[in-house]
C-alpha cells in the first residue's frame, strides 16, 4: 500500500509564510502528477497547484504569485511553499499522487494523503 505523510502545517498569521511537505512511501517505481488540493469548511475540495514529473507546475488563481510547489523525485516527496498567507487561505490541505506506479501493483494508482490543518488568523 502507498502511504502519503503530510507535514508543515499549522496556525500562522495573516502575512506568514508556512511550508507544506508530502512524502510518498511504499514500493513506488515512479510518480506522474503531484498536487495539493484543499478544502475550508463547507466548501468543496479544489486545486491548489500541481507539478509534473517534469517539473511544470500550474496554480488556482487564488495562490498564483504567493505559493511555490516543487518536488523531489528521488525521495518522492512534494512541497508547497506559502508566503503572504491570507485569512481565507483556510482550509485542510491534502496531498494527491497521480498515476503511482508501484513494485507490488500492475496498475498505476491515485493516491491521497490524510491532510493537515492550516490556519491563518488575521
Known amino acids: 500500500q502507498v502511504q502519503l505523510v503530510e507535514s508543515g502545517g499549522g496556525l500562522v498569521q495573516a502575512g506568514g509564510s508556512l511550508r507544506l511537505s508530502c512524502a510518498a512511501a511504499g514500493a513506488i517505481l515512479s510518480i506522474n502528477a503531484m498536487n495539493w488540493y484543499r478544502q475550508a469548511p463547507g466548501k468543496q475540495r479544489d486545486l491548489v497547484a500541481t507539478i509534473s514529473s517534469g517539473g511544470d507546475t500550474a496554480y488556482a488563481d487564488s495562490v498564483k504569485g504567493r505559493f511555490t510547489i516543487s518536488r523531489d523525485n528521488a525521495k518522492n516527496t512534494v512541497y508547497l511553499q506559502m508566503n503572504s498567507l491570507k485569512t481565507e487561505d483556510t482550509a485542510v490541505y491534502y496531498c494527491?499522487?497521480?498515476?503511482?506506479?508501484?513494485?507490488?501493483?500492475?496498475?498505476?494508482?491515485?493516491?491521497w494523503g490524510q491532510g493537515t490543518q492550516v490556519t491563518v488568523s488575521s
Open positions: 494527491n499522487a497521480v498515476f503511482v506506479r508501484t513494485e507490488w501493483d500492475i496498475t498505476p494508482r491515485d493516491y
